[in-house]
């Protein structure tokens, strides 16, 4: 029976750059998962009958909430709801199986690569049919909408037994579990040279895959030792756990230390990669080499014709304003567009519809393309799996090559977390004022070429975002950015993304803290860190 329970709106029902994610116990209130789940319902027009793909990340609360939202979406009419055995489904996949089965949109339970467990995060993200996130229209919608919410719609139901594959009714919708990794696996056999990577194993190349105990562990499992062949053992922290094991599932040299302090002794295998919570994420090392998110993309674009499923070329290359220009300097290269849009996946999502954008990537360890409209930890990494089966060279040889024919732009980002909200304002306020005075000074050897808050034109769709960051840009391509973190659930996290060019001719071989030091204070005492703050250092430099 469908019943209708009275609710109030919550004060703090805003999603940010992916979703609305807060700890978990502010989703444990009673009524809280389901007012905001209604509250997307009510967002939406013209769903009756229609399906809707639902997982998560596995974090703890994941099959908790998986069972609310059955009984919301059944009560609401939908008519197919589509779940990954388990509750399982990472971002990626769950962007590829909407876009399969012509789904009508999609929830995804995850707060990405913040940690989980009762005290920890947890997110709820609608996804549309196109397989990205919604875009602001419809956040703003939904946001609006949980202001004036007085009641949601519920099947009182039995709960589904999400650990049997099979199809099951609630009210009137069916309820069907699916394998997480099939649909996904066949649709990144379209995309690379498996026989080629299966090769490049066959003949003794080791690699490292760190699964975080997050949700890439079955995806990892079942494709690079099952059908890849890298022997077994390949894929570490396997098993997804409720709480990720106590870390912070994040992919980045600070969180996944073990494989990068691995990569850089001596017994490290040929290749390391590692993917965040709910997957979307990736880091690459080679032997005694971290390859930035940045030049991962940069490396990915340049070689795009050794993958199957690129091999027609590149329509154009996204990144992110932070993430630094490698990329650009490749798309140059190829004669394609490159674009500069603000932070978010969602951004690319017009690009990659109208075919403006092949690949898409952020300096936060995300890379993407076409194939579906999230980014994605295990098809960059099966990527590189199939440049170095062609090209039979290291990651350090393949990246020097890169860096001699293109340059290298240094590029490191200071995270200063868990900040005064005010204060973080404040900060940022100034900047903008700033940013007026700026261009023509002159600071040590680098000259301003301009200062901006950044603001987006969309060519697609018209719309227009401001404020996305501020800039500082020197003659020569370097760059300092700010901007404060939309993901984020304690108080203001500030990030800060510096950045140099320096031309094949120059120095391609340095420590890049050291190769960024003098913009790294500059950075500081622009934005008077300390000061402001009380920061003396960042929390987090990656
Ligand atoms: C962060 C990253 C951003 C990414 C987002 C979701 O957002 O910086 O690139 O799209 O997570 O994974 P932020 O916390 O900076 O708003
Ligand atoms: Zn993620």
Not at 281 to 293: A, E, F, K
Not at 374 to 388: F, Q, R
Not at 456 to 481: A, C, K, L, T
Request: charged share 20%; with cysteine.
């Amino acid at each position: 029976m469908i019943r209708t329970i009275a609710t109030k709106p919550f004060p703090d029902q805003k999603p940010g750059t992916s979703g609305l994610r807060k700890k978990v116990p502010v989703f444990q209130q009673p009524g809280y998962l389901e007012t905001y789940i209604q509250a997307i319902f009510d967002s939406l027009e013209d769903f009756a009958g229609k399906t809707l793909v639902l997982g998560g990340d596995g974090r703890f609360f994941n099959r908790e909430a998986i069972q609310i939202v059955v009984k919301i979406a059944a009560a609401n009419g939908f008519g197919r709801i589509v779940i990954g055995k388990g509750g399982i489904l990472s971002t990626p996949a769950a962007s590829a199986l909407i876009r399969h089965l012509g789904a009508f949109g999609g929830i995804i339970l995850s707060a990405s690569h913040n940690p989980g467990g009762p005290e920890g995060d947890f997110g709820v993200k609608y996804n549309i049919g196109a397989g990205g996130p919604a875009p602001e229209k419809i956040t703003d919608a939904i946001f609006a909408r949980t202001e004036e919410i007085d009641a949601y719609e519920i099947s009182d139901a039995a709960d589904v037994d999400i650990d049997r594959l099979g199809a099951v009714k609630v009210e009137q919708t069916t309820v069907e579990i699916v394998d997480p990794v099939t649909q996904y696996l066949g649709l990144m056999k379209t995309l690379f040279d498996f026989d080629a990577i299966q090769a490049l194993f066959a003949s003794g190349f080791r690699i490292r895959f760190d699964g975080m105990h997050a949700v890439t562990g079955p995806y990892a499992h079942a494709i690079f030792e099952g059908e890849l062949g890298a022997g077994a053992g390949s894929v570490v922290n396997g098993a997804p756990l409720p709480d990720f094991g106590g870390h912070h599932p994040d992919p980045n040299p600070i969180y996944a230390k073990d494989l990068y302090d691995l990569m850089m002794s001596a017994g490290a295998p040929d290749f390391g990669a590692a993917s965040d919570g709910d997957g979307d994420r990736n880091m690459i090392v080679g032997r005694n080499i971290y390859v930035t998110p940045s030049d991962s993309l940069a490396i990915l674009a340049a070689n795009a014709r050794l993958a199957p499923g690129y091999a027609k070329g590149l329509a154009g290359v996204a990144r992110s304003m932070p993430t630094s220009a490698a990329a650009d300097r490749v798309a140059a290269h190829l004669g394609i567009r490159a674009y500069e849009t603000p932070t978010g996946w969602k951004f690319f999502g017009n690009l990659l519809d109208a075919g403006l954008a092949t690949f898409c990537g952020e300096e936060s360890f995300g890379t993407g393309s076409n194939h579906i409209r999230e980014k994605d930890g295990i098809w960059a990494v099966l990527y590189w799996l199939n440049i170095l089966a062609h090209r039979r060279m290291s990651v350090i040889d393949l990246v020097r090559e890169h860096w001699a024919t293109y340059g290298r732009n240094y590029y490191t980002r200071h995270d200063y977390d868990e900040i005064d909200l005010n204060a973080a304002e404040g900060l940022m306020d100034n900047l903008r004022a700033l940013t007026v005075t700026l261009a023509g000074k002159t600071f040590g050897a680098d000259k301003v070429e301009a200062a901006d808050d950044f603001a987006y034109h969309d060519p697609v769709d018209g719309s227009h975002s401001d404020h996305q960051g501020i800039r500082v840009m020197f003659e020569g391509g370097s760059r300092i950015v700010y901007r404060l973190s939309g993901t984020g659930t304690v108080g203001a996290t500030l990030r800060v993304y510096i950045e140099r060019y320096v031309p094949p001719s120059g120095n391609l071989d340095q420590d890049t803290q050291a190769a960024l030091g003098d913009l790294i204070a500059l950075s500081r005492e622009l934005a008077a860190i300390e000061a402001r703050t009380g920061r003396r250092a960042p929390s987090v430099i990656t």
